[in-house]
């Protein structure tokens, strides 16, 4: 099978170099080009300053990155997109209106009521979005986006326990990952032997987004914080349910949670999409954000406070699970569903 | 006016050494001796590894570590402990049946009826519990307890919220520091780039104490985690009120909030033992932990999420005002009282 | 005594606020003026973002921070200048001209014969240069710098072992502190678990500056480093020294080395700019960088690895002695000789 | 093939569990038991705390512990030893007399002369001194082991420099991982905001092991110093050369270094023992520590200071080309070398 064509905008950002590293060599899509802003333009990607443990696959250390323009945009099967919200306002409904389906993270758009904005094992069905909107819009192509990635990491656990025992009422508590506010987003001097309990607009999206996601009326309450981690985000939730459970319960249903991309192996796709760690003192970042090749999110200290009062926390890896491997096992979905 | 005289137990520890710094060139208490255990005794205070930011005032950096022996106790005003809670158990009772006034760190005998559990300005009144301590146990001593660290913290604020709007229920989450386990208590290779969900105890400690010192019956739901911080603990926190609220009336109630430590001016009590913040990213652990000397707790992000849902986040130094300044506060008042 | 006026260019940064912080409540300096980039001119010193771990003293936060405009400068006895580079390398000359006394921290000019590079205690002499430099460029005001903060720090020990013994070769490794590349210098992202082996000009500056400040001729090989401490560069030296030394005489030389800021007891002078730790794991960063408020540098692990081979590492403050502080106590020593 | 047979001794610690990681799969290894001290004897390795950042292998983590029992020991091809120095110096010996063939970890008999103290590509031809350790001791088996890891990390690029220029004298300062201390070692409070200049009987050992190793007398001088990086021991050396060179030639030579691992196609052996960045700001430890899956050590910033005076600055894992690794490699060798 030829493999489809793909191309990447804002390709040197944290969220960028992750695209890259997780398209390459995917047996199904093949990265065609690269776009970033001027300042990065004409450069090797190996030249610009990768910013992840791993080295950049050689092949893709050498592409060439291309400045971004509309008209240059070479024709492909989707285009991802990790450009900054203010460029991506712009530059994705030319491109939608242009053809070109785009996987996007940016914020904007997200809570337009014609944009689908997915987690392929939650939501999958809104998808279907994409007509209304192209119908909406005059669009040929389309744009997707993922949520937040707090929002992605707590509506993945949430899914189930709402399915399964109804939601009242949610409150949460996160201890956010460096890397979510990009490369320069944080200055060492600010966050060494610190913490930074604010951040800016995460709350509100968290918020709303999950009400967009779960199509769920419950009241949920969130507080968003910074830690001195480099990658995975942690949040302690409460949440009251409907009906009362047991913890065991609780995690067999998180445990055998699954969604389409398990149901059609698709190659990004987790085995299992929520791990459950017994161990009292996890999940941890640094040892837990790379299960299911940082895809799965990982849950621990499943408690039942009272009856009604589920408390667990939940990891997520930020930049894979929450941003470029949420939208490449997106387009996974849309890929094999269109065969 | 001759200074009360005063003997430290546990002195070398992380508390022992905020008892040691703080006592140094106090008005009121003049250090005659330290105990510890017996691998530091005979050796001099600046010998045994001193791990606080400022050096050892030179006249205690002197002073010779004796090894701890109830009978060689000197005759003193107050003794201040800051042992095991296993050593506590078994030699404050026998300190307090020969006499002595012990303030003390450790978590033993914390929920017994009759052991005061003070936070000075918040319940000064249980201080009477002496009496019913000594008849009850024939001891011509006392032990009065300071509550664990987090529990003080959250009990600055929600003190004056209980009293002027009424609680109902509350959710916290704790950011905690890695002095709160003390020197050796988490290795650098389990926190570096990670943070460790669960603390062993802690959990527990908030709930049973926040009711006996608050007297009150609201629901509490505690989760505690560690993170990669020296001094000071972060605690979001969800209240549902019995009344409704607004922000700024918040704000001005914490910050108005006095008790005996401010009407008696005691040596150590803060100016205002609860500081607002009203910039949108405090409180901070580096920034805000030395507030009042570390005395006072800082509040920042109050919102107001719903009719009756207040938030804010609380910060205190858990070495100081969740310790050992604690501590001595309280010694102050008794002894202020007892003149 | 009427207090000096002293006005400070570049105050919003972290060596702006060091300024600000040092010089409140100076027993001869009175701040009555401060200068910033459009950006944060207008606002009160306060409004800006205070990164130092202790509050800004109120009656500065209240200060209105002016757009920086060598016109507008009001008469003062020093300018203090934490400029960037680029922009002193325009504004300083400018305001010598017109006759303000300039004690500058940036880079250019540096190595210019004319212009005074000064640690009080190590060349005090010369600031006579600043007669060379009035005629040579017509300047009724003048320019003095202090040398690069990683270079001071090494040249107080370099000093009295150059007289005592003579060099002939060194060899420095340096451990530098975040502060040292401004706020924004260091992205977290960037440095956590990690270390960054390069630091941009550095090495160059520590060589010229020290052969300049010393008159010396040795060989000196520097690798500057930067590792994930908030403040306080260490270094690691080793000198081939002329003739034979013990460890114990170069211990009494160093802590016995004084100058003039001593002599005259000037108000920021530490009473020892250098002192000595004997403990084998000593000096540290967190533990010593206070030492002698910041001004004094902290020598330990003082070695005799061969016959005429010294090694000894070197502490100090790097926005404190290394920056501010360095200058603020020249302008002391300038003030007590024009008296 | 059948797989040979080996053993763990000391099987929970980091290093341990190194062994533990890349021995499973291991195609010509099999692990046929572990064994620890009494305090994890009985538990399966998965219930023990694994520490690394990826899961213990399914298979492994199901195997019991056993009591370090010298009787017990199974007969096997080799064995891995992660003990600490102190029982090793007692169990080793005896394991050796009875016939087993040991890889060690630890100090005790580094020194003697009749021990192979190997890095498989810079004194491959050392393992012949098992023969003479078995005659002069009457064992059956043998006492292999590998260097400190710094000295290990060290020698790879000082073998091919010491061949190809000659080598007068060398300054070493390094900047070493918490993983090295162990998993206790180095507290978080004690490392935070800070670096601790000195570990403890380092670097005695990395002078006398180098002069073992490379069998030279040039002079060499060593810093040690502890840094808050999770892994990856980062050391700055300055050689004088006995010849002058030029650094693209060192470049070049450190690049195209190779031994009888890498002729051999052992299985652990990198591609490349020595891999050289051009970048002005590597080695970094967290980008680089896992080149060649962390058996290469990594060399950047070459620099020619004078003639003959070369400067660099190699980057190795301490726990894999440092310890478990490099003994693995060793016992390929040796392997090969018997088929």
């Known amino acids: 099978m030829d493999r489809l064509k793909v191309y990447i905008l804002g390709a040197t950002g944290l969220v960028g170099q992750r695209y890259v590293q997780l398209l390459a060599r995917h047996p199904w899509f093949e990265v065609v080009g690269l776009a970033a802003s001027e300042r990065s333009a004409g450069r090797r990607l190996g030249e610009v300053g990768w910013v992840l443990d791993e080295p950049p696959p050689p092949e893709v250390a050498e592409m060439r990155i291309e400045k971004l323009d509309v008209d240059k945009v070479p024709r492909v099967d989707f285009v991802f997109s990790a450009l900054p919200s203010e460029v991506a306002a712009r530059v994705e409904p030319e491109l939608a209106a242009r053809g070109y389906v785009i996987l996007s993270n940016s914020s904007n758009m997200r809570m337009d009521p014609d944009v689908p904005l997915i987690i392929p094992e939650v939501n999958p069905d809104d998808l279907s979005l994409v007509e209304r909107q192209r119908e909406g819009r005059g669009w040929r192509g389309a744009v997707v986006k993922k949520p937040n990635c707090t929002t992605t990491i707590l509506n993945l656990p949430l899914k189930p326990v709402l399915d399964e025992w109804g939601i009242e009422r949610v409150h949460v508590v996160t201890m956010q990952a460096l890397s ?154 849309m890929a094999a569903q269109s065969r």
């Open 180 to 333: 979510g506010a990009g490369y320069s987003g944080v200055p060492s001097v600010a966050i060494a032997d610190n913490l930074i309990p604010f951040i800016r607009g995460e709350e509100e999206k968290v918020v709303g987004e999950t009400r967009k996601i779960l199509k769920a009326d419950f009241e949920i309450y969130v507080t968003t914080t910074r830690v001195n981690v480099v990658d995975g985000h942690t949040e302690v939730v409460y949440v009251d349910t409907r009906r009362d459970f047991d913890v065991t319960a609780v995690a067999e249903v998180l445990e055998r949670f699954r969604g389409p991309p398990q149901e059609l192996k698709l190659p990004t796709a987790p085995e299992r999409p929520i791990e459950v760690r017994r161990q009292a003192d996890r999940p941890q970042p640094r040892l837990d954000r790379m299960a299911g090749r940082g895809m799965a999110v990982v849950v621990g200290r499943i408690r039942r406070l009272a009856s009604r009062k589920l408390s667990f926390i939940v990891l997520g890896h930020n930049t894979i699970r929450g941003a470029a491997g949420n939208s490449i096992l997106t387009a996974e979905l």
